[in-house]
C-alpha cells in the first residue's frame, strides 16, 4: 500500500496512514523498551497485512538479521559499497548522519529513520528517489540535507514532527515514547472522538486538508494524463524538494 501509485496513493487518508505510523511506532516500542535496537529500518521492512486498505496492520520485520550489534556505515564504506563490497548496511536515505559518520546504530537512530519513514508516508514517494544513493548523497545528508514533505501533504504538526525525527542532534529526537503518546492522540483526534476538544478538532481539519490537497494533486495528474500531457510522472518534480526549511527543522510537539 505504501508504494500504490499516485492515483491509487490518493485513496489513503491520514486516518489509514496514522494508524500505520501508530502500527510502527508500537512495534519499536518494544524492541526499545527490551534493550534492543532495530538498526535498519526503511520501508522495505514493514511488513502490511490486510485484504485492503481500510484493514491494513504494519509491522516491522528484519529485527537483528541484517546487521551486526554496533554495526557502523561510514562515508568512506559507501564509496566502497557501490563496488560490490558488503561493508555498509541499511537504505542510505534511512540511515542517520551520526551514523554515516562512523558511530554505531541506537534507539536515536532508529528514530531518524522513522522521521524519514513519515515523510516517505506523506509524500507516497521513496527519500530522494530521484537522485543516486550514493557518497555524494551521504556527505549531503551529514550536512544537514534532508527529503522533504510536498507542500500541503501534511499538516504542520506532522511536517515539524518528521523534523524533529531528524535532527542532527540525536539527543534533540524525540523518544519512541512520545511518539507512541503523540501518534496515537493525533489518531484519535482523526476518528472524531475527541471533537468537543477545540485543539483536537484543529489537529484533525488539518489532517483532512491535507487529505484533500492528496487528491486535487491526483486529479489534476490525471487530468494531465487525459490530454496527453508528456510528462511520465504524476506529480511535479518540483514537488520533491531536498532540503527542510530551517524554521521547520527545529522540531515541534
Not at 169 to 194: A, D, E, Y
Not at 231 to 250: K, R
Request: charged share 20%; glycine share 8%.
Amino acid at each position: 500500500f505504501m508504494h500504490s501509485s499516485p492515483r491509487s496513493f490518493a485513496q489513503f487518508q491520514w486516518s489509514q496512514k496514522l494508524w500505520w505510523l501508530c502500527d510502527i511506532i508500537s512495534n519499536l516500542y518494544i524492541i526499545h523498551k527490551e534493550g534492543q535496537v532495530h538498526g535498519n529500518l526503511h520501508t522495505g521492512n514493514i511488513l502490511q497485512t490486510g485484504d485492503d486498505y481500510r484493514e491494513t496492520y504494519s509491522s516491522i520485520s528484519d529485527l537483528g538479521l541484517n546487521i551486526p550489534a554496533d554495526s557502523t556505515c561510514s562515508i568512506s564504506t559507501i564509496a566502497k559499497s557501490r563496488q560490490g563490497d558488503n561493508l555498509c548496511y541499511g537504505v542510505l536515505p534511512f540511515i542517520a548522519p551520526e551514523v554515516l559518520q562512523g558511530n554505531p546504530v541506537n534507539k536515536y537512530s532508529d528514530i531518524y529513520s522513522i522521521g524519514v519513514l513519515m515523510i516517505e508516508i506523506a509524500n507516497g514517494k521513496p527519500p530522494f528517489h530521484d537522485r543516486a544513493h550514493d557518497q555524494e548523497l551521504a556527505n549531503e545528508v551529514c550536512k544537514g540535507r534532508r527529503p522533504t514533505i510536498i507542500e500541503g501533504f501534511a499538516p504542520e504538526n506532522y511536517v515539524n514532527l518528521a523534523a524533529h525525527c531528524c535532527h542532527e542532534n540525536p539527543l534533540k529526537r524525540p523518544t519512541v515514547k512520545h511518539l507512541s503518546m503523540i501518534l496515537p492522540h493525533w489518531h484519535q483526534c482523526m476518528s472524531g472522538k475527541f471533537n468537543a476538544n477545540a485543539k483536537c478538532k484543529e489537529i484533525q481539519q488539518g489532517f483532512l486538508r491535507a487529505d484533500q490537497k492528496v487528491l486535487e494533486k491526483a486529479e489534476y495528474g490525471q487530468r494531465m494524463e487525459q490530454m496527453g500531457s508528456s510528462s511520465s510522472d504524476e506529480w511535479d518534480t518540483d514537488d520533491f524538494g531536498s532540503d527542510y526549511g530551517s524554521e521547520s527543522s527545529e522540531g515541534s510537539e
